[in-house]
């Protein structure tokens, strides 16, 4: 089964940027939708944003024009651009499959503080 790990996380003033990737050990050319999930404590984990193998991207109300989702399906990879960040985007941020079908990884923590 194909692997992932996420990394960029940071502890990040409000305003600021981040950029996540997530790189899978496998091809990920046959898997339609990817996402970023993230989950603060207490909550349940839920997608951030979603990209189909179509350069189709969905978002979620609260990061709408301020994240952009990419991938590379040659590079085997997806990223995550965060611009203009909040306290309430604080969270550990996830890559899977939409539904999500591969093994979770470890994530990676964003913090938004100032």
């Known amino acids: 089964q194909v692997q992932l790990v996420e990394s960029g996380g940071d502890l990040v003033q409000p305003g600021g940027s981040l950029k996540l990737a997530c790189t899978f050990s496998?091809?990920?050319?046959?898997?339609?939708?990817l996402a970023w999930y993230h989950q603060a404590p207490g909550k349940e984990r839920a997608v951030v944003a979603r990209?189909?193998?179509?350069?189709?991207?969905n978002y979620a109300d609260s990061v709408e024009g301020r994240f952009t989702i990419s991938r590379d399906n040659a590079k085997n990879t997806m990223d995550l651009e965060m611009n203009d960040l909040k306290p309430e985007d604080t969270s550990v941020y996830y890559c899977?499959?939409?539904?999500?079908?591969?093994?979770w990884g470890q994530g990676t923590q964003v913090t938004v503080s100032s």
């Open positions: 496998g091809s990920i050319r046959d898997i339609y939708v």
């Open positions: 899977n499959s939409v539904p999500s079908r591969l093994k």
């Open positions: 990209r189909t193998s179509c350069t189709m991207a």
